[in-house]
């Protein structure tokens, strides 16, 4: 491997995991059990950190620091610790399109809405 991108690929390693430590738990990717009955949480090192029932919902999306799951009517947004700390009902949000770690994007019939990660509205704009 080539000497230079060896120092780079160490230096971001070192300054995600010191990014990561300061903010605690960090999403990096989740997996679904072959069961299909559990998602297991992933940080960037590879390190298991959370493990949430597929019973909760269908998994809509994540960023470094939330999930969102959808069950029936009711979206539930969930905290890199497993924690539910918010539900949000299908038919007041709309259909979510995108998260990002500050927050989520959804479009209810010809509105496109964006929330904060806690599901407060922020804005609203038509769909053109």
Do not use: P
Request: proline content about 0%; overall charge positive.
């Amino acid at each position: 491997m080539n000497h230079k991108l060896y120092i780079l690929i160490t230096i971001m390693g070192l300054i995600s995991s010191l990014s990561a430590a300061g903010q605690g738990k960090s999403i990096a990717y989740i997996v679904t059990s072959t069961s299909g009955s559990w998602y297991y949480l992933y940080d960037s090192s590879g390190k298991k950190i959370g493990t949430l029932g597929a019973s909760a919902g269908e998994l809509v999306g994540y960023s470094d620091s939330f999930i969102i799951l959808r069950h029936n009517s009711w979206y539930y947004l969930y905290d890199a610790n497993c924690k539910k700390y918010q539900t949000l009902g299908v038919d007041s949000i709309g259909e979510i399109k995108s998260v990002t770690s500050q927050g989520f994007t959804a479009v209810r019939g010809s509105w496109i809405m964006t929330y904060d990660r806690n599901g407060k509205k922020l804005s609203t704009k038509a769909a053109r």
